[in-house]
């Protein structure tokens, strides 16, 4: 689970990268833009559903302050989703094309809280799935 995690996190990342490189641009390239917003979509659900289904053992596993801190975690992402969801509603391809500039400040806003919870996810979580990875997958088996 650490490892796909891992994996995810850097696929995030590296859109999240291809994106800022995409928007330091100083005319939209919509085709790329796109691609790369739905690859960054995917990742990040991925991510989100992993998470999730691992949760509640974390938790279960876990010290009080801990279980805080995963909770915590698990709201902040769901109100992060809703956030997400509504950047990509609003932003539709042809509203990034007539309002770039207005678009790059927004979706800087978006990428710059996305990597801050990469480091939160791994701040909290690594630890806990490299101490409880085996308990993890004898469960799953």
Request: aromatic letters at 4%; charged letters at 25%.
């Given at each position: ?30 085709g790329r833009l ?108």
């Amino acid at each position: 689970m650490l490892d796909k995690l891992r994996q995810l996190h850097v696929e995030i990342q590296e859109n999240l990268d291809a994106i800022k490189d995409l928007t330091s641009m100083p005319e939209p390239d919509v085709g790329r833009l796109a691609s790369t917003r739905l690859a960054l979509t995917r990742a990040s659900r991925a991510r989100t559903l992993l998470l999730e289904s691992m949760y509640d053992e974390l938790i279960s596993g876990s010290s009080e302050p801990t279980k805080a801190a995963i909770g915590a975690l698990r709201a902040e992402g769901r109100a992060n989703l809703m956030v997400s969801i509504q950047h990509i509603a609003h932003w539709s391809l042809p509203e990034i094309a007539f309002r770039w500039t207005e678009y790059c400040m927004a979706s800087a806003t978006i990428q710059s809280a996305m990597r801050a919870r990469i480091r939160r996810e791994v701040d909290l979580i690594y630890p806990l799935l490299s101490s409880s990875e085996i308990n993890l997958s004898r469960k799953r088996a």
